[in-house]
């Protein structure tokens, strides 16, 4: 009987050993802590001094994955789906504390073992009274690489920015540096990157921003030229200014150009819209020029990419504008166009004592865009001369070619069974800039 109740009470206490190491953590054993030195918090049995007790300070650069930490060491809090470290640490990884190549992580702060008292070498050593560290040494006066002696701690005044030539001149950055230096007993100071001291004066700083300074423009002192690339290559701030986006042209006008042919017929006069200009003749020729019909065209600039600067040219585009035909004979049609991309910058003619015009032509150009910011200018390509004439000849030349930037802008004259006369009409073209 005696074994059987020694037996049984044996029994007991292991059963209770068993729940208490097994006991549940929830709001009923919430605070508790268990036979293995582990506190219940939220539903997590939590290890006092491990990661766990880290104050809610993100981990560095360890984000959660979604599912619940495991392990003694986990952190307050309950994960979330993809959190990004949140101000509740997470993760069941210990915090990282990452220190400068010239320090030492003790305990949970970074410090230079080669100078600290309290860690001298290495954590935790700490000199007697009396001690300095120095070169990671305690030692009864400063030498080896620290030998100056400022508050009680050995530095090296030639080359410690906060105690920079004597104990009491700490080196301060001033505007536009990333930090300080200290050489042979003198403050400096590194500028952040894209600024300059360009003045060499300590008190402003990196005073200059080398992408916005059109006089210190990359480096001190350098002035760059604005080209045509997509960059402000002369640190003003603008991009391509000056570069060419367009080009428009003048109201038509015919006061200052000669009359081809002789009197007779019905005066017409017709201008091409305001952004286009003369290109091509229509129309219907036997003895003389018999009947005449313009036709005008519009203009794209186009910018080609494929080169630095970037060159420009300019393209004809349509449909064509056509004017009214002029003249009444039915006879053989002609068509006189200047070649693709080409516009009329001229024309001519043959003119009869009597009969109105025997040969028609155009002088025709390409538009040339030459230059750069500031001088772009419009030129003619190579002139070349078209005509249609009739059967009859031995009549005057009568012709003009115009000045660039001028183009022909229209054609007025008279005509009747025939084209008695013609004369041109000069628009002036110009570029656009934004």
């Known amino acids: 009987m005696k074994n059987s109740l020694v037996f049984l009470i044996s029994l007991l206490a292991a059963s209770c050993i068993f729940e208490r190491s097994q006991l549940v953590c929830d709001s009923a054993t ?7 030195g582990r ?3 939220d539903g997590v049995w939590v290890v006092s001094g491990l990661d766990g007790d880290d104050a809610g300070v993100p981990d560095t650069g360890v984000q959660d994955t979604g599912t619940l930490d495991s392990g003694d060491n986990r952190d307050l809090g309950t994960d979330l789906t993809s959190d990004a470290d949140p101000a509740t640490d997470m993760d069941s990884s210990p915090d990282v504390t ?5 320090e030492k992580e003790c305990g949970g702060g970074c410090v230079d073992t080669v100078s600290n008292n309290a860690h001298c070498g290495d954590c935790n050593v700490s000199c007697e009274a009396g001690e300095m560290c120095s070169g990671g040494e305690c030692l009864t006066t400063c030498a080896g690489s620290t030998p100056d002696l400022c508050n009680d701690t050995c530095v090296d005044t030639q080359a410690n920015p906060n105690f920079c030539g004597d104990c009491n001149t700490e080196c301060v950055a001033p505007d536009g540096a990333s930090g300080v230096t200290c050489v042979a007993g003198d403050c400096g100071f590194v500028c952040e990157v894209g600024r300059d001291d360009c003045d060499m004066d300590a008190t402003n700083g990196c005073e200059v921003d080398l992408a916005a300074d059109p006089l210190n423009c990359g480096s001190c002192g350098n002035v760059e030229t604005e080209i045509c690339d997509d960059k402000d ?3 003003d701030g603008l991009v391509d200014e000056g570069c060419p986006t367009g080009i428009k042209l003048s109201d038509n006008n015919f006061g200052s150009h000669p ?3 002789t009197v007779g017929g019905s005066a017409f006069s017709d201008s091409c819209p305001q952004d ?3 290109f091509c003749f229509v129309g219907k020729k036997g003895g003389n020029i018999d009947q005449i019909q313009g036709a005008c ?3 794209e600039l186009i910018t080609d990419r494929s080169t630095t600067p970037f060159t420009y040219k300019l393209n004809r585009i349509g449909p064509p504008h056509m004017f009214p035909t002029y003249g009444t004979n039915e006879t053989d049609r002609f068509v006189l166009s200047c070649g ?3 516009f009329a910058v001229g024309s001519y003619a043959t003119v009869s004592a009597t009969d109105g015009l025997e040969k028609v032509g155009l002088h025709c150009a390409e538009i040339l865009i030459t230059g750069s910011p500031g001088n772009f200018e419009l030129k003619y390509g190579s002139v070349l001369s078209i005509e249609e004439a009739g059967t009859n000849n031995g009549g005057t030349y009568q012709g003009k070619v115009l000045v660039a930037p001028s183009i022909v802008g229209g054609l007025r004259g008279r005509a009747g069974t025939l084209v008695d006369a013609i004369e041109m009409g000069e628009k002036k073209m110009s570029l656009t800039f934004d």
């Open 30 to 36: 919430q605070g508790t802590t268990d036979s293995k």
């Open 297 to 299: 065209g519009g203009f």
């Open 276 to 278: 286009q200009a003369l």
């Open 39 to 41: 506190t219940c918090i």
């Open 259 to 261: 009359e081809f042919g």
């Open 340 to 342: 693709s991309n080409q």
């Open 98 to 102: 990452v220190c400068a190549t010239n």
């Open 233 to 235: 290559n002369d640190c």
